[in-house]
Each structure stands twice: as structure tokens, then as C-alpha cells.
């Protein structure tokens, strides 16, 4: 099992509220390219989101399954691109004071060829990748997110949009 930490400067449920909404999905996890469809009742247990992974024109498209949630503490998901395999991934989130948190994700592959990887190789290539993984979904946490997917902040931008 691979472990990567990062301190986020927002609190827990800022932090959930990114990972509760799927469509951020191709925005903080570091290969999936684009976002097909979430099931309406993301993030409950067997909810998927349906992704693309890789740049165009060589996707692959594969779906990511919730299988543990915990709200607004813990998500684990099957995350899978087959060919390659599939991976268990989860992500808790620990309050370090009111305004900030620890985000842990680990990650181990559990089907496919992936899995037949040594430790070390795989966490050669899915620390750097993870870091990054939480470096987004700190950015977008610390950057209000959820904040800008009010009706209101959606009608302010087309107004904007409008006014060019």
C-alpha cells in the first residue's frame, strides 16, 4: 500500500465537499481527463463515476465506484482503468484545527497487472502521482470550490460571459 499526507488549509467538511461532488473528479485526481457522468447519488456506497483517462485521442474510458464512505471523514474507492487493473484508493481527512486538515491517501492496486508490481516499484509511480492528487484537491478546497457552483455564481459568470 502506497501513503502520501498533505496539511489542507480548509477544514474537513470544505475538503469532503470537493470530494462529495464528482464532477471535480477529473480536476484533482491526476490522470482521468474527463468527466462522462456521475451517478446522481454520488458519493453513496456503489455510486460511480464514469471517466475518461489519458489524452485525447487515446483515452480509455472506465468508471470509479465508491465502496466505504464515511462523510466527511472518509472515501474509498475502486478506481479502475482496465486494461492496466484497478486500484482500492481512499482518502481520510483529520481536522488539525477549525480552519485546516490532514488529508491521507493510499492507494494499492488489487486487480490486474498492476498488482503483480513489487511495492517499491509501485511506489515509485504512485507517490509523485498521489502528492499531485492532493495538491489539486488542496488547491481547489483552499480556493472555495464549492463556493463558485452556487445557481447564483453560475448565473453571475454568464452574465459576464454574456457582456463580451
Not at 470530494?19 to 456503489?46: E, F, K, M, Q
Amino acid at each position: 500500500m502506497v501513503q502520501v499526507r498533505r496539511t489542507i488549509h480548509a477544514s474537513v467538511p470544505e475538503v469532503f465537499a470537493v470530494l462529495a461532488d464528482g464532477w471535480t473528479y477529473a480536476s484533482w485526481v491526476v490522470g482521468a481527463s474527463h468527466i462522462r457522468a456521475v451517478d446522481d447519488t454520488w458519493p453513496a456506497v456503489g455510486a460511480r463515476i464514469h471517466h475518461s483517462v489519458g489524452p485525447w485521442p487515446c483515452t480509455i474510458e472506465d468508471t470509479t465506484a465508491v465502496r466505504v464512505v464515511d462523510p466527511p471523514h472518509t472515501i474509498e474507492l475502486d478506481a479502475r482503468l482496465w486494461p492496466v487493473g484497478a486500484a482500492v484508493v481512499r482518502v481520510e481527512l483529520q481536522a488539525t484545527g477549525p480552519t485546516s486538515c490532514t488529508a491521507v491517501m493510499t492507494e494499492r492496486a488489487v486487480r490486474g497487472p498492476g498488482r503483480l508490481m513489487p511495492h517499491a516499484l509501485q511506489a515509485v509511480l504512485l507517490t509523485p502521482r498521489n502528492r499531485e492528487s492532493l495538491s489539486r484537491l488542496a488547491d481547489l478546497a483552499e480556493g472555495g470550490c464549492r463556493a463558485t457552483a452556487t445557481p447564483d455564481a453560475a448565473a453571475a459568470r454568464a452574465d459576464h460571459v454574456d457582456d463580451r
